[in-house]
């Protein structure tokens, strides 16, 4: 372990690898010296970036999986244990708002949908993960959030729900598992330019929200990515339970 490279030797798993910020915090992971587990559905793209991290050394494998589906879950656990070694660092980074809607518009599968995907994944990722942890005595669990789980925006009623509750899980698994030697935090990124946003005016976007960027833009996925890494890195050694605000000042 050195300066520059502070999780060389250590085995990490990252949910929702895919996607924008997934592969940045895997990017990240990587440079800092970590054997990486790439998880999400999309087999293709997983392998894209796996192919891509390899070509820069790295040491990554991937293991498809829906992380709403427990069974799938269990296997993916023991197919990352299998390729890296104990995972002493776990992202759960899958996530997202897949619609946005009035409370009163919201119908029962939608509400569902997204706890289960912001809420319950991450739980059940974390317990998967969480036990081997807590029989060797060492890991660090860090759960990707969102702004609006402190402060509701316009028309995410559900996803906001699911990332406060996400926060609390994290104050209560650090709680919980602080005696054996792991540490659970989280992050709250404020609006992050990704993909995602390609087809949106980001003006209109932070209008609407009703509450302005103090730096003046949005962040990059990697200034997401790095506050991550510190999280899980032994920097943050005596830090757990912790919500880190990553919104460039939104909340001041």
């Not at 991290?53 to 299998?82: F, K, Y």
């Not at 899980?169 to 540490?183: D, F, S």
Request: charged share 15%; proline share 5%.
């Amino acid at each position: 372990m050195t300066a520059d490279r502070p999780l060389e030797g250590l085995g990490a798993a990252v949910t929702g690898a895919t996607g924008d910020i997934g592969g940045a915090i895997a990017r990240v992971l990587v440079d800092q010296g970590a054997r990486v587990a790439l998880m999400a559905r999309r087999v293709e793209r997983l392998e894209a970036l796996a192919g891509e991290l390899r070509s820069r050394g790295a040491d990554v494998c991937v293991a498809p999986c829906d992380v709403t589906d427990a069974d799938a879950i269990s296997e993916a656990a023991a197919q990352v244990t299998s390729a890296i070694g104990p995972v002493d660092v776990l992202i759960n980074n899958a996530g997202g708002a897949r619609f946005t809607a009035p409370v009163l518009d919201i119908a029962e599968p939608g509400w569902s949908k997204t706890v289960a995907l912001n809420l319950t994944a991450p739980f059940l990722v974390s317990q998967a993960f969480g036990r081997s942890m807590i029989e060797r005595g060492q890991g660090s669990i860090v759960n990707v959030g969102s702004l609006s789980g402190l402060r509701h925006l316009p028309g995410m009623a559900a996803y906001s729900a699911a990332k406060g509750g996400l926060f609390q899980q994290t104050k209560a698994l650090a709680r919980e598992w602080a005696p054996h030697g792991v540490r659970v935090n989280a992050v709250a990124p404020g609006f992050v330019d990704t993909s995602g946003w390609d087809s949106y005016d980001k003006d209109a976007v932070v209008a609407e929200a009703g509450i302005g960027i103090p730096l003046g833009r949005w962040a990059t996925a990697e200034e997401v990515a790095l506050p991550v890494a510190f999280l899980a890195s032994p920097a943050a050694s005596y830090i757990t339970g912790a919500v880190l605000v990553i919104d460039g000042g939104m909340l001041a």
